[in-house]
């Protein structure tokens, strides 16, 4: 089966620690995306990546952190600075000669 | 900077209606714009991709037209049945020219269908 997975489905966390969230996806796509949502509001793009070792910040990365080291993998650190990480987040990714975006699941994070 | 606007939060019709949803935009040019259907606690799932040389796109019961002139795009789903109950995100690619495959969201139309 091709896709992307998310894990874990729902997490929780205590104020002040950081947290990492799984990205994986089989689809051999290039562009992979990290996107909040919250209630009300739009996607909103934390951090996206192209290609393998580089990322660019989107419109909200602030207390957040990724790493690109394989095709398939974009991990998204959730640290303290982020004042209110309570929130859906959803990763996606793009095929390099494609436009449309591939979501997974998604995470719930909550924090307490 | 660019804006995208879906006018309508929700929207709740008779099964067997045609449901029509809006998205606007300003300050921008988009080449393309797209459509994606988003159940309650799961990942958007794209439906249909419409090019600024497009007037209009089927695909089965849904239908989407892309004017550049008024900036508007509107998604129709003919024929509704409760399953087509979700939220329906426009999307248009971002005005960002070394990035390919970046969108920005609008916040969504959460489309009702009772039976």
């Known amino acids: 089966d091709g896709g992307i997975t998310q894990s874990p489905k729902y997490l929780f966390r205590k104020e002040g620690q950081n947290v990492t969230l799984s990205c994986e996806q089989n689809l051999n796509h290039d562009a992979m995306y990290w996107y909040r949502q919250d209630p009300g509001q739009g996607l909103r793009l934390i951090y996206y990546?192209?290609?393998?070792?580089?990322?660019q910040k989107g419109d909200i990365a602030e207390g957040y952190s990724v790493s690109r080291e394989k095709k398939e993998s974009f991990p998204l650190t959730v640290t303290s600075a982020q004042k209110n990480p309570t929130a859906f987040y959803l990763c996606?990714?793009?095929?390099?000669?494609?436009?449309?975006?591939?979501f997974g699941p998604g995470t719930r994070l909550t924090v307490l | 900077s660019q804006k995208i606007e879906q006018n309508s939060e929700a929207l709740n019709i008779q099964e067997g209606k045609t449901a029509t949803l809006t998205c606007n935009y300003t300050?921008?040019?988009?080449?393309?714009l797209q459509w994606y259907r988003q159940d309650p606690g799961r990942g958007p799932v794209f439906l249909l991709l419409?090019?600024?040389?497009?007037k209009e796109k089927r695909k089965e019961r849904l239908k989407v037209t892309f004017d550049t002139t008024l900036k508007q795009s509107l998604f129709h789903i003919t024929a509704s049945q409760p399953a087509d109950s979700a939220t329906y995100l426009c999307?248009?690619?971002?005005?960002?020219?070394?990035?390919?495959?970046?969108?920005?969201f609008g916040k969504g139309t959460k489309l009702s269908v009772k039976p």
């Open positions: 996606a990714s793009t095929p390099s000669e494609g436009d449309t975006q591939y």
């Open positions: 999307a248009l690619d971002m005005e960002n020219g070394g990035s390919q495959g970046n969108l920005i």
């Open positions: 300050n921008y040019s988009p080449a393309y």
């Open positions: 990546s192209q290609i393998v070792n580089d990322f």
């Open positions: 419409i090019r600024e040389n497009e």
